[in-house]
């Protein structure tokens, strides 16, 4: 087991930049998950990383190794594909003892190897069958068995799991987290899924336009984004963000300033400059009663679109001429037209300058 | 109402089958019928005798017969196997990622747009054993020309090399499809796996494209046995017969020497020839799914 360490990796086709100073520490042993929207680069760094194509720029190191120059199969990384990419004419066993064979190792020891690793891939009954024959979730086992059977030092995955149906995929992601825990394999997984990513990352890196935005676990880019970017891309459904500026020592918010009377000590001593962006989370949005005591701001407003979730509720509120999104659990029973009053607190509002990067406050 | 629905389909298909009655089954069968009686040029407007299989042991007795029978498998295995692995090379190499590939491609299907007709005239020209451009080269290179048309020896070469460059475009394009049936990710998945290229060629692109190299090779073995306008044009399959494929022996015997149900008979026996290599095709088809 090593570590991967990349530094500056930059990679253009022409005048696009596809990837720009990537750079990144994956430890041993850790799941890193590369997670942002498409044509945000990750590809094209997990592709640089695999050997698969050349970076314009900057240095993969492999343990001590720096292996740029190395080619795909000198590198001893395995990778799975998001469309598995099996070799349609041989079986399962073939498919598993392909890379074993490329490397000239004796048959025997093959063969106890695919039948060790398909037995703890829960696939062993299915060897002599050809991929055809498997479903997408025995398929993306086979890929797995495949990738891992040779031991390799860093493991790569290319958004695995999209190809399947939403039940097996949540099914999917606990085994590939347990399996990668058990063998203890460095990994950098691919996704432009956030709740995958939340669920399997020890870390995860987010992505956008070729940059990383932020780095950290699942619990810091979700309580701490560092920009409004990462703010919305993380959770479901995504963060609001409202427009707040500050005159005359009053706290105006939304596009149709309304105006927040009086401004709390709390939020001047943040260092808001003239303009700035709230950021609050539809679950951290109360759905206030009367008699309710709330440190924070209270906003009435109007209910125009409801989503039921079964364990919770999404709620449209209209405040002025802006919507925000409230989550709440079902033991409401909200109706469209409804006028309601909704409380933020204090301690749950990000605030973003208004280029939004995150303004911290300690 | 019922049974005109049942029929319904039949009658749709009745114009299509009436055609191929008119020029598929009426010659079939009359062939079959000239083939079985004595007509030649000569006795054509005389009473037919009836002679039953005459032909057929005449044909088959025929020592021209036995050389054009080995004039065949010559450019029927010549043809085919320059085909399929120069097809299979340049398809290859017309694979990757390369500039102007598809002016390339349009370039390389040019033989396969010309008529056979034309094809056979310049091969005729190029071979010219007095004016022709190769014997031309070969004298200003120092060497001494070579009798392409009327070598006994020689000439069944020539015509295999003017098949060849007539027939190859079909072999690239076909073997081209099947190679753009690969998903490209498995060659990446091999390199990361450890193959080399050339590994990954005979262990991953030949078995995957094996259905359209049993396709692609009974096929061109069909058009090999029954093609003739090459030998015909080039030779008119001189020197005796050196130059004459089974296919163009029929046509001689026939239009040439006038002996209609010789030629007749060797039609059927050619037709017999036919269906077998016709059946392990669709053995073929079928073992593939």
């Known amino acids: ?362 | 109402m019922h049974s005109v629905a049942k029929y319904e389909p039949y009658l749709y298909l009745l114009p299509a089958i009436s055609i191929l009655c008119v020029f598929l089954l009426f010659p079939f069968i009359w062939n079959i019928y000239i083939s079985t009686h004595g007509v030649s040029i000569t006795t054509i407007l005389k009473e037919w005798e009836f002679v039953w299989f005459d032909n057929f042991i005449q044909v088959l007795n025929d020592p021209n017969f036995h050389t054009s029978i080995k004039v065949s498998i010559i450019f029927v295995g010549g043809s085919v196997a320059f085909q399929f692995l120069i097809g299979l090379v340049i398809s290859s190499l017309l694979n990757q990622n390369i500039k102007g590939k598809q002016i390339l491609i349009a370039l390389i299907m040019i033989p396969w747009i010309t008529s056979g007709l034309i094809a056979a005239f310049s091969f005729k020209f190029i071979f010219d054993n007095s004016f022709g451009i190769i014997n031309y080269i070969l004298e200003y290179l120092g060497f001494s020309s070579v009798a392409w048309l009327s070598d006994p020896k020689i000439v069944v070469w020539s015509i295999i090399i003017a098949n060849v460059w007539y027939g190859t475009p079909f072999t690239i394009l076909f073997l081209t499809a099947g190679l753009l049936s690969i998903n490209p990710s498995i060659y990446e998945s091999a390199k990361v796996d450890g193959a080399s290229k050339i590994k990954s060629f005979f262990y991953l692109t030949l078995p995957m494209i094996k259905s359209f190299i049993i396709i692609d090779i009974i096929l061109i073995t069909i058009w090999s046995i029954n093609f003739f306008e090459i030998p015909l044009i080039m030779t008119g399959g001189n020197p005796l017969f050196a130059s004459t494929p089974a296919s163009l022996y029929m046509y001689r015997q026939a239009f040439e020497f006038g002996l209609l149900s010789k030629g007749s008979a060797s039609g059927i026996i050619l037709l017999s020839i036919n269906i077998v290599v016709a059946f392990i095709y669709i053995i073929a088809l079928k073992r593939r799914g």
């Open chain 1, 1 to 362: 087991m090593v570590d991967l360490k990349i530094e500056n990796l930059t990679k253009k086709y022409g005048e696009t930049t596809a990837l720009d100073k990537f750079t990144i520490d994956i430890k041993s042993g850790e799941l890193l998950v590369l997670l942002g929207p498409s044509g945000c680069g990750k590809t094209t760094a997990i592709r640089c990383i695999a050997g698969l194509i050349t970076p314009t720029n900057g240095q993969i190191y492999l343990g001590n190794r720096k292996v740029n120059e190395l080619s795909p199969k000198d590198r001893d990384v395995a990778m799975v594909f998001q469309n598995y990419a099996l070799y349609p004419h041989m079986s399962v066993h073939d498919n598993i003892a392909f890379p074993l064979k490329m490397r000239k190792e004796p048959k025997s020891h093959i063969r106890e190897k695919v039948i060790q690793m398909a037995e703890l891939l829960g696939i062993k009954d299915l060897l002599d069958r050809k991929p055809k024959e498997l479903s997408g979730g025995q398929m993306q086992r086979v890929a797995l068995g495949r990738a891992l059977v040779r031991e390799p030092k860093l493991f790569l995955m290319d958004e695995p799991l999209s190809n399947l149906d939403a039940k097996l995929r949540t099914h999917m992601r606990t085994e590939i987290k347990k399996l990668q825990k058990k063998i203890g394999i460095t990994t950098l997984y691919i996704t432009h899924d956030q709740v995958e990513a939340m669920s399997m990352a020890d870390r995860i890196a987010i992505m956008k336009n070729g940059n990383i935005q932020q780095i950290g676990t699942p619990i810091e880019v979700y309580h701490q984004p560092m920009n409004t970017f990462v703010g919305q891309f993380i959770g479901n459904p995504q963060m609001n963000l409202i427009n707040g500026s500050i005159r005359d020592e009053s706290l105006f918010l939304f596009s149709q300033p309304i105006a927040i009377q009086p401004v709390d000590k709390i939020l001047l001593e943040k260092k808001l400059t003239a303009k700035f962006i709230v950021g609050i989370r539809p679950r951290d949005i109360i759905i206030l009663k009367k008699t309710d005591i709330l440190t924070g701001i209270r906003l009435d407003g109007i209910i125009v679109f409801i989503e039921m979730l079964g364990d919770d509720t999404t709620v449209e509120v209209k405040i002025g001429s802006d919507n925000l999104l409230v989550t709440t659990n079902n033991i409401l029973n909200p109706f469209v037209g409804d006028k309601i009053e909704i409380g933020i607190e204090y301690s749950k509002m990000h605030f973003f300058d208004d280029e939004g990067k995150r303004i911290g406050f300690t």
